[in-house]
């Protein structure tokens, strides 16, 4: 298995831009949870989502982020229009939640730097 | 609410020294408890979990964590620590039964000197 895989690695764009991150999560996986890490605020659940359906998005910072899962097998992360302060690496990561003692399992994450 | 505190930003340690690196949590009912650890330009990466049973719980890389219920703590440990030890350590927490979202510590900064 290929893991949690997350493009592009690694992104630099200018203020104002928008800004499309995807995910691909580990076949059979149903949950899909997306997540920020900056060094002030440490790891952040933006949003998550369950059989392609999101549950909580209580985490994304205001409306210019925006998440969707359209199947089982792809998720995307848009930030319009994309501000300095966004600049941050984001995490997506896929469990099967048949338990709630079920692991995580991270991707390698996409650095973001707003300009 | 379910809180996960990791007191150490960072912990220094030498090679072949024993290593903690402290967690302690917060929820109500009985806790799942998880370390992850995070190399530098990596994803975090699951090292082990306490669901039930044994208060002793066995991971990767040689790394162990007890589960300490009356004081709400579940610290990593392992015997002899090597340089490549050297990352970001997560502790997590969720409550049996719950949802499905882990409470993450801020992470705490592991440097094992040569």
């Known amino acids: 298995d290929a893991g949690v895989i997350q493009s592009p690695r690694h992104e630099v764009t200018e203020m104002g831009q928008e800004v499309t991150l995807r995910c691909k999560p580990i076949s059979g996986h149903d949950y899909l949870f997306w997540y920020r890490q900056t060094m002030m605020r440490g790891l952040e659940l933006l949003i998550y989502f369950n059989n392609n359906v999101p549950i909580d998005d209580s985490g994304m910072p205001e409306d210019r982020f925006s998440a969707k899962m359209p199947n089982a097998s792809f998720s995307t992360l848009k930030i319009q229009p994309s501000e300095p302060r966004d600049s941050a690496v984001y995490f997506c990561a896929s469990t099967l939640g048949l338990a709630s003692y079920n692991e995580q399992f991270f991707g390698p994450g996409t650095r973001l730097t707003v300009l | 609410a379910q809180s996960v505190a990791q007191p150490e930003d960072q912990v220094n340690v030498a090679e072949g020294n024993p290593l903690t690196v402290k967690c302690t949590y917060s929820v109500s009912g009985n806790p799942y408890l998880f370390w992850y650890v995070q190399y530098p330009n990596r994803g975090l990466q699951f090292l082990l979990k306490?669901?039930?049973?044994?208060?002793l719980v066995k991971g990767s890389y040689g790394f162990e964590a007890e589960f300490n219920k009356s004081q709400t703590s579940f610290h990593l440990k392992k015997p002899s620590a090597l340089v490549s030890d050297s990352a970001l350590y997560f502790c997590a927490v969720r409550r049996a039964g719950g949802s499905y979202i882990p409470t993450f510590g801020r992470g705490t900064s592991l440097i094992v000197h040569p």
């Open positions: 306490y669901i039930t049973g044994d208060n």
